[in-house]
Nanobody
Framework: QVQVVESGGGLQQAGESLRLSCAAS????????MGWYRRAPGKQREKVAS???????YYADAVKGRFTISRENTENAVILQMNSLKPEDTAVYYC????????????????WGQGTQVTVSS
């Protein structure tokens, strides 16, 4: 069974940086894609960033130029470097790992982490 575990997050002031880490274990395969969603209080879930095994990245407009996602394929691990944080980045951040095409195109649920809180104070 695949397990996805996040680390990092916490409380930070606006303008500062935070780094989120995520690792998917329990599979010998390389995940097709890994990434992050976030959910802020009272808002819908938002896809933040993702990266494929080939290195193709996606960023939400709200984080472009501030967040950077990278991955280590051999370890099914991803890093989300968040710079120039804003109060509107406050949310629970969830890491996911997609190991099948169906998961990648969201026809099936990927594997999810438990979430990590990011709070940015103004």
């Amino acid at each position: 069974q695949v397990q996805v575990v996040e680390s990092g997050g916490g409380l930070q002031q606006a303008g500062e940086s935070l780094r989120l880490s995520c690792a998917a274990s329990g599979s010998t395969a390389v995940s097709i894609a890994m990434g992050w969603y976030r959910r802020a209080p009272g808002k819908q879930r938002e896809k933040v960033a993702s990266i494929t095994s080939g290195g193709v990245t996606y960023y939400a407009d709200a984080v472009k130029g501030r967040f950077t996602i990278s991955r280590e394929n051999t370890e099914n691990a991803v890093i989300l470097q968040m710079n120039s944080l804003k109060p509107e980045d406050t949310a629970v951040y969830y890491c996911y790992a997609a190991f099948t095409v169906a998961q990648y195109i969201e026809e099936e649920a990927p594997y999810w982490g438990q979430g990590t809180q990011v709070t940015v104070s103004s």
